[in-house]
């Protein structure tokens, strides 16, 4: 028998009818109910991926007004410029996607003086450029663009007021070899309100330049703030406040009894504390004379030994330590300071502002120092008065002078140190034939150092004390140095230049264990003298003499120098009193940077 679920009874089975109806309704309620709650993996699949559409859109719907809401907000705060005070000058920088634009907004009222000043070059921490473009600032509110671009033409700055250009400065590629600048500015993101009585820097970017001879490695030079930069300068100013230009002259104290004066842009002199190098004038030169240097100013590198002569049969007296076996003399001392004597003012007192006070003329052009040396064995007790001059900064100066109750002298010597590490192994000197004429307008001869001889001019003398490995010196004729016109006054020089005949120091193979401090990786350069030629004498009285030391060998070493004997040192003897100073130089060599023809 089929019952009528179709199910089929076994044999001998019977059936309860009212069983058989509760049976089937709880088949059927079972059936329905498996059937309405299973889920199969496609379907779950479908039904998250609906929940995943829907419900971000869904929640996107309630934040949108609030969005709406910040994005006026952001808006606002990024384009337009919020004046709280309108007599007063607000502004603020906006967004660029270009890094070389920089864009400012501004608003100012009517009359308020205000123009806009850009410069490129003069750039320094102590003050403004002096040479600048300018162009006034409409009232009301107006929008600033600055676009900077370099190609192959040059550096080019272009400045606009509303779209409109207003300002541009241009330089020749060869104007600036840099790949490193710092930037500074006074305007943030946000406005700002300023008085319009002030100075408001919008930006300030200096170039740090590139080693001049190297091509691989590090080749960013780091210059001092307070020295001139190239770069760009952009600012707001007044239109009747004048610029007060930066100091010509510096002064800085590194330690106790350390102090460093000089052109800030130029040479400087420094009383040094290291060891080896008391009682000499540490002179740190101008720094495009040895561009390229990586510790300049950090070691005494290059410096003067001034030695009183008491009479002309006797030695000069050195000031610097000698080591003489067991009997070493100690170095004696000197004192930079801005008096002639030291009675008026106590050196511990010394302080920079007293230097620019005192030792500063008033136009600000020269700077006037003396170097004050303790009393020598023989009771000999020079004062150099020590000149620097702002119209060259490049040169200083030294005129000797005897202190109160010093033993009499009758010379200084001023010798020169550590001069091999230049490579000087030239010298410029008129011929023999020019050598009778006082003509300035005379070819000077390029003449090897390994040409110094007796035969061909020069005397061959000793120079005693200068140094180890020293050679015979030789002391160079007047006469064979050319005569020049002083272009401020009526004095006459005697112009004595040594050049060196390494053009690029890179491509130099200095010697393994050669301690840093002697190795020279600058441009090439010339030491050069000016000598007063009115400090000549009639025949037989004594006149201003220079000798040159040879030497194979770099400073206070015995490694030898590569490429052969060099210029040691230099002696310059001037007689006592003298009234007119001698002037030194480190100065770029022109040969190696314009191609001059002739040898070296």
Same mark, same amino acid.
């Given at each position: ?63 949108? $007004? ?40 501004? #608003? ?12 490129? +070059? ?13 162009? !006034? ?6 929008? &600033? ?33 840099? #790949? ?26 200096? =170039? ?29 100013? $007044?239109? =009747? ?9 510096? !002064? ?36 495009? =004379? ?41 170095? &004696? ?41 303790? $009393? ?29 109750? !010093?033993?009499?002298?009758? =010379? ?14 030239? &010298? ?19 003449? $090897? ?34 005569? &020049? ?110 191609? +001059?023809?002739?040898?070296?």
């Amino acid at each position: 028998m089929i019952s009528s679920h179709g199910n089929t009874l076994r044999p001998n089975e019977s059936v309860d009818e009212g069983s058989e109806t509760v049976a089937t309704w709880k088949f059927w309620a079972g059936q329905l109910a498996r059937k309405t709650f299973r889920f199969g993996l496609l379907e779950l699949l479908l039904m998250t991926a609906a929940i995943a559409v829907w419900i971000p859109p869904l929640l996107a719907l309630r934040k949108i $007004p609030e969005l709406e809401t910040d994005i006026q907000i952001m808006r606002r705060a990024t384009l337009e410029l919020l004046v709280e005070d309108p007599s007063q000058l607000t502004i603020r920088a906006l967004p660029t996607v270009w890094q070389q634009m920089h864009v400012w907004k501004y #608003s100012i009222p009517a009359a308020a003086g205000l123009e806009l000043r850009m410069a490129t +070059e003069g750039l320094c921490s102590l003050a403004l450029p002096t040479d600048y473009q300018a162009i !006034s600032l409409p009232a009301g509110e107006h929008v &600033i663009r600055l676009k900077k671009t370099r190609d192959n033409a040059g550096f080019h700055n272009l400045l606009y007021m509303d779209g409109e250009l207003v300002l541009e400065e241009h330089h020749p590629d060869s104007w600036l070899d840099s #790949s490193t600048s710092s930037s500074t500015t006074d305007v943030g993101a946000l406005s700002q309100t300023f008085s319009p009585n002030g100075l408001i820097k919008l930006l300030e970017v200096r =170039a740090e330049p590139n080693h001049p001879l190297k091509t691989v490695g590090s080749r960013n030079l780091q210059l001092e703030g307070e020295q001139d930069h190239k770069g760009l300068a952009l600012w707001i100013s $007044p239109v =009747a406040l004048e610029v007060e230009a930066a100091p010509n002259f510096i !002064s800085r104290l590194r330690r106790a009894g350390e102090w460093t004066v000089g052109n800030r842009n130029g040479i400087r002199v420094r009383s040094s504390t290291e060891a080896d190098a008391i009682g000499l004038m540490d002179i740190q030169p101008a720094l495009d =004379a040895v561009l390229g240097e990586q510790s300049w100013g950090k070691q005494t590198r290059f410096a003067v030994s001034v030695r009183p002569v008491v009479t002309l049969a006797t030695k000069a007296e050195p000031p610097e330590h000698q080591r003489n076996g067991k009997a070493d003399v100690e170095a &004696i001392p000197f004192l930079l300071h801005m008096n002639p004597t030291l009675q008026e003012q106590p050196p511990a007192r010394m302080r920079s502002q007293l230097w620019s006070k005192h030792a500063v003329s008033a136009d600000g052009t020269m700077m006037t120092v003396f170097a004050h040396y303790k $009393p020598f064995p023989s009771g000999a007790q020079p004062i150099i008065e020590i000149t620097f001059d702002s119209h060259h900064p490049r040169r200083i100066g030294f005129l000797p002078r005897a202190a109160p109750g !010093s033993t009499p002298m009758q =010379a200084c010597e001023f010798v020169t140190h550590f001069d091999s590490r230049f490579f000087w192994r030239r &010298i410029l000197l008129k011929s023999d034939e020019d050598s009778l004429l006082d003509n300035s307008a005379s070819v000077l001869q390029s003449v $090897p150092i390994e040409d110094l001889n007796s035969n061909s001019g020069f005397l061959k003398r000793q120079m005693p004390g200068i140094g180890p490995g020293e050679m015979p010196g030789y002391e160079v004729p007047l006469n064979r140095m050319s005569l &020049i016109q002083g272009p401020e006054d009526n004095h006459r020089f005697r112009k004595f230049i040594l050049r060196s005949d390494v053009s690029n120091v890179t491509k130099v193979t200095f010697p393994s264990g050669l301690e840093q401090r002697w190795k020279y990786d600058g441009i090439p350069n010339c030491q050069v003298w000016w000598l007063p030629a009115e400090e000549e004498k009639a025949s037989g009285e004594p006149n201003i003499k220079v000798d040159i030391s040879p030497t194979e060998f770099f400073p206070d070493t015995e490694v030898a120098l590569p490429g052969g004997k060099a210029v040691g040192n230099v002696r310059i003897t001037v007689p006592m009193p003298a009234t007119n100073p001698i002037w030194l130089s480190l100065e770029p060599d022109t040969f190696w940077s314009t191609g +001059e023809s002739g040898k070296p």
